[in-house]
């Protein structure tokens, strides 16, 4: 069998558990939770690390430097925080608010923070890992520098809630997903907009680019998954099978799989030639937030509402 | 018979006799000028008479009844100028009116003339004679004629009362009888008749036979009819009658084949018997046309000639009925409905009880489509003969047809399996156990059971199917109709669209329903005409192949092969509005609309496409359009349509929600749509639930629970009603703080959300509804804790919705709240502390907030989040306040305890420096004895020196090796010393065997001091730092238990 639970990880977080990374390097598996905390796992054995504190609303969003030396995460109060996986500690706390000055004080930064209209939803790590990018609800993209904790610049999609970002590996285009289904492709080095995709008609609460960065693969609240040709712009196929909202995907850094997640429980891995699901997992006993492929793409990793890890082996068939 | 007749004449006592050969008589002048020769010679009326009934016989075979009535009347006319003759008068004019009623029988146009004239001239004879036996049995008659059953019985009694054994009038009563349905009084009659006058003519033995037949005893309803042709072998009546017994015997299925075969050749050699007998018989008329009609459509000509004949000839209405029958049969396989409709009610009013021409009549009303009165006569049929598989059939079909019947096409479904396995375990095979849907053989049959479970029992539709294709599929010579393949292929698409199938099964039964559309692409008809129909067919089995490309996801799949259809059948609605619906589920609302304007342009009268331009409205949060649409179909197309009706009770609701000042209005207006929608449905969940949701929004509360919860009995799976009953429990348990109840709903909630609608908002937020009100009634912290939690992962479900927000600010401030008013033990310094900074982020959401534009869809009112802003800071300066107070508090306790140990510490420390005073001391006692002891040993020493010395002077060789034994003693001092080092160290590492009662640590106290001063300080502070980190270990496990106590 190819595809085997490896391990399940009940109770790790003290909540649902919102979002999942793992790093490319120092093999680490960052998660969020409702919680309010980040924790840090080792990727082998799965084993906590350390539980990061400081957010006070629940962790919506956790990314892993390329590097695998730093990690981010969101919460629901808009909060950035970076930090730093070699020390377990915090190096920045970044208001998103609407003044957009960092607060870089180590302590007292959950002080003065603003709050409100959501300015931070999930946070991506740029490929050269020196700027994280977040989604803001009034459709723009914020993008800042890691180095500095300043707003580098901010992409404009003129649409609505930006729910989900995902950064080509080549480094060269930045795609958005928005809450009303539209999503958008900017060209990074000069941050324009490149294509407008049509497709969904729900959110979309998550994106992943293919290795290659030949194609994107968007989940969303309308049970689709679908498949698009970053380049010429249009959707190559829509794959049904989740039976609620597809909160989740990942790409197999083998290429040929990826992963999706839903609120129907349920893990499924696809392959992307065939565009047919070629297993489902039923792990889980409440929806599944988050799926994240290990470093070569022999395990994957997905987290749930029900407050438990799941980790699959899943070599190539 | 006589040849002659002599006539006497009258003429002046002359015995002159007149002479009529009555061979002369076929000749019908030579009856003029007889009557002539009556007329002119004044001859008794009696002949008049005689010859009338003789020209009748004489003629009656050629039809000839004038010279009849020409006798009669000229006997009537003559009988004016006599006087004497009253009695046979009465006759005559008995006679004549008994022609009349016979003519009114025959005759339905004239019916009222001839009866009118048969009154007249009976009354006349009455005026003659009221006791007149003939006249009494005459009038009756006319009774009976006229359907006046109970006034004829009862003027037939009464001429009996005058002459039980009067023949006319007992033969009157047996048919009054006989006609009511009384068989029995009937049968008694005619065989009094029968012993009274045993050859009497017509042959009376034909009714008895009759009503044997009628009481259902057929033999000896046989052998009446057999006797009566023994009797006269032209019997036509006999014949005709046993041919149709034969007949029914050959159509009856229980008969055998071999017997039904013979039957069915005895009656055919009988009717034709009859036929050359007697050309005029309407009984034969009618078996000769069904004969034809049976043979097959090229003798429907033949069979329509005999049926006219038949009427022509007919003159009671059973038998007109069946000629009318049979020629509504004609049409209708013709294929001329009209007309066979209207034969057949005809034929239904001639003759009520024929259970044939009453389901003639109904097919022929379900093939109008009114449906209700088809039903009424297939009931009626069916109170007569529960048992008529073809009825029950038919019945079943036309229940299925009409959705308030459906409960009754089950129960009809199940008793024609009963009838099937009944009759087959009477047959040869009964090998099949019941309950098993094998026993049925009866493709048609299993075609209606699938067609009627298709809606409510996929599995037994599909297993009906299925039995059904393998039939014909077995049967040589017959080919599966491409229908059957699609239909069963569509049961399985529909049972891989259930939401409870796997993903597996689903995937399965898909593609054993695309197999299946295949096979019907492939099967096709035989014949010239059906390649039109094939043609449809296949257009709909392309349709179908491509709604299951769009049930796997396929949109594109779908589309091309829509398009594909549209391009041969541009006007194909169905695949435009599914285009329309792909694009509407792309959320390319636009272009659905488009789409559905498309399929409007065809047919603007189409519900479906008006529905779906709403439903595009409705997910484009344009209600007013959407009500437009739905108001179109309601008013110019269904205004019964269940449907539009409850969606536009919904948009009613939705109003009333957003416009609180017209609210009871909208309200009213919703509940007008949706009782109209139940009128049409009443089992419409919907409807009900929507009638339930207004009395909810106009405070209602109990009648809205009672509704919600009779809803919730019938459709217990709806999770909506659930909701919603949930959500009037939790109004209901507010104000009375009814807690129970509204914890008891949390349970509903979760339920549902454990029913796998985790991503319904509405019910998280509901859930977090019931949680706050539970913990602010019960004062509970925690709940208000999970009630923030809960509203977090609403916000994280939707993340644009600001009252979300709003909620979870107000949470947050309330949990502070909450933890403000607990008592000093029930609010930890950490508890605390996370509940200022949950103020600080509720502060900020308010703050937030409040700085929007007031807009009724933001979902919270801005005023309102400035103040509860400000209330924030208030009660963050309590809370901070508290956890001062707190702190001061905990510091104090700490300083006590801190206070508590340094002195504990102090008095160990004292103690111990005590005890190591006293060990100093000891130890110094123990060194100055020692010392003592050295002193002295060296004293000793000394002295032996001086003595061995002294000694040593006297003997010394011996003395010197005595003395070196005890130098080596002397050694042993220091040996000694390092003994007990050893002594120590072998103590430390195996403990002592010889001391092992003594506990360790004092040994190793003990043996500390002994050592070197700094290593001795050192390991103290150590100790001294382990302690210390147990006490405050412990200190934390405690506050822990706090915190866990006040989480319980």
Redesign the interface.
Known sequence: MPFTVHKVIKEAHE??I?SVACGRRGNKVVTGS?DDTVRVWNADSMSLMHTLEGH???V?SVDISPNGSYAVSTS??SQIRIWDLMSHSLVKALEAGPGGVPSSSRLGA??D??????KA?SVVFSPDGRQISTGT?DGNINCWAVETGEKDRTLETRG??V?SLAYSPNGMLLASGA???SIHIFDVPTGKLLHSL?????AIRSMTFSPDSQLLITAS??R?INIYDVHHAN?L?????H???VLSVAFSPDTTHFASGS???RVKVWDINSRQCIH?FDTHT??VWGVAYNEDGSRLVSVS?DRSIAVYNVYSV | MDTTFEIPLHRQGNQEVLVVNTATLEDPTSWEALLNVLISEGIQLSYFLEFAVKSALQYYRLGRMETFDRFLEAALETSATRSGEDVIVIQILNAMAARSIELAEANAAEFDTHTANATSLLNRAESMDRMNLLTIVGKANLMLVRKQLYQAMYSFRGALQQDANYLPALLGLATVEFQKGDYKAALMHYQRVLVLVPDIQPDVRVPIGLTFYHLGMEAEARAAFSRALELNPENVDALALISVMETNKARNPSTPDKDRGEASKKANSLIYGAYSLHRKHAVIFNQMAERFFLKGSDNNEKARIMAEAALRSATNKVSRGDSLAIKAKIAQSNKRYEEAHTLFAEAHQLNPDSIAIQLGLAQSLIFKKKYTEAVTHLESILSKEPNNYETLMIAAAVYAQVPEMANKAADAYERLKKLLRASQSDGIQSKTTPGDDSSLNDPELLIDIARFYEKTDIKQAQSALERAISIFETTPNVAVPPELYNNLAVLYHLEALKPQSSKDAAQQSMNAAERLYQRAMEAGYEGVEAVRRIEDVRTTIKYNLARLSESRGSAKGAESQYLDILKVHPSYVDAILRLGCIALEQGKIENALQHFADALAIDDRNVRAWSLVAKAHITNKMARLARKAFEKILQEIDKYDTYALCHTGNICLRFARSDPKQCDIHCKRAVEFFTKALRQDTRNVYAATGIAIAFAQLDKLEEARSLFTQIQEAASSNTNVTVNLAHVLVEIGQPHAAIPLVASTQLIYESVVKRGSATDLDVIRSLARAHYIVAKTEKLPDVMHTVAKRLEEAVALSPNDLSLKYNLALAKQQYAQLLNDQPKEKRPLAALREAVIGLETSEKIFDELSKRRADASLGYDVERARERANYSKGVRRVTEKKIHETEVLDRQREDRLADIRAKRDELAEQKRREEEHRRLEEQRQQEELAEMRRRIKEQVQLENEKMRIALQEEKERAERRKSSNRGGGGGGGEDDDEDEDDDARRGDSDGEPRRSSKPKQKRKRKEKPARAEGPSSDEDDEEMRIKRAKSSGIRSKLSAAVIDSDED
């Not at chain 1, 049509?198 to 729900?202: K, R, V, Y």
């Not at chain 1, 196929?237 to 099978?241: D, E, M, Q, V």
């Open positions: 909540d649902g919102w409702v006070q609303l629940g919506i629901l109060d959950n002080r923070n603003q709050v409100g209209s959501v939803w609800h609505k809630f729910m809450e009303n289904g049509p497709g969904h008609s729900m609240d309308d689709r959707c196929s829509t794959l049904a099978g039976q609620s909202w609120s129907d429980k489902t409440d929806q509402d």
